[in-house]
């Protein structure tokens, strides 16, 4: 008897044991559905047409009169030499020193005499593409750099 009941127990081990594994078909059937997705996926992509987008920038902006009020102010230091003057027109604004470097050295590259200064009260690196004494050639120069830096904007230098 005590044979009898340790093979049945043995058996019954054995069957739990098969039937939890799983079979290769039901792996072979899920990589197969995905695949169809995959393929119905890029199918209706290639299937979306896309129209050219032409975009024309207009950028207009007001001169305003010869007072700084108009214009963001802060105080800087020089990280990479030269000088700054009173008026300079800002291209990029990084909170790491590398990203400022590179894209001063592309400035440099394009013939602007670009600086890398920081702001020590926010700890920003400051792009500067240009630095200018009066206001109004600072203001022609950031309209003229806005065709390749749409986001170019005035810098009044406080000492």
Same mark, same amino acid.
Not at 12 to 22: N, P, T
Not at 64 to 73: G, H, K, L, M
């Given at each position: 008897?005590?044979?009898?009941?340790?093979?049945?127990?043995?058996?019954?081990?054995?069957?739990?044991?098969?039937?939890?594994?799983?079979?290769?078909?039901?792996?072979?059937?899920? !990589?197969?559905? +995905?695949?169809?997705?995959?393929?119905?996926?890029?199918?209706?992509?290639?299937?979306?047409?896309?129209?050219?987008?032409?975009?024309?920038?207009?950028?207009?902006?007001?001169?305003?009169?010869?007072?700084?009020?108009?214009?963001?102010?802060?105080?800087?230091?020089?990280?990479?030499?030269?000088?700054?003057?009173?008026?300079?027109?800002?291209?990029?604004?990084?909170?790491?020193?590398?990203?400022?470097?590179?894209?001063?050295?592309?400035?440099? +590259?394009?013939? !602007?005499?670009?600086?890398?200064?920081?702001?020590?009260?926010?700890?920003? !690196?400051?792009?500067?593409?240009?630095?200018?004494?009066?206001?109004? +050639?600072?203001?022609?120069?950031?309209?003229?750099?806005?065709?390749? !830096?749409?986001?170019?904007?005035?810098?009044?230098?406080?000492?």
């Amino acid at each position: 008897m005590k044979k009898t009941l340790m093979m049945g127990i043995a058996l019954v081990a054995a069957l739990a044991f098969v039937s939890c594994k799983s079979s290769e078909s039901s792996y072979k059937k899920a !990589y197969e559905k +995905a695949k169809a997705n995959e393929q119905a996926q890029t199918i209706a992509a290639d299937q979306v047409e896309t129209a050219p987008v032409s975009v024309t920038p207009v950028v207009s902006t007001p001169v305003a009169p010869a007072n700084t009020e108009n214009d963001r102010q802060e105080r800087l230091s020089v990280m990479n030499g030269g000088s700054l003057k009173s008026f300079n027109v800002v291209c990029g604004s990084f909170s790491s020193v590398d990203n400022a470097n590179n894209l001063r050295n592309t400035l440099v +590259a394009k013939g !602007y005499s670009a600086q890398v200064a920081q702001n020590p009260e926010t700890g920003m !690196y400051r792009v500067i593409a240009s630095s200018f004494d009066d206001r109004a +050639a600072a203001v022609q120069s950031r309209d003229q750099l806005r065709g390749s !830096y749409p986001d170019a904007w005035l810098l009044y230098r406080t000492y």
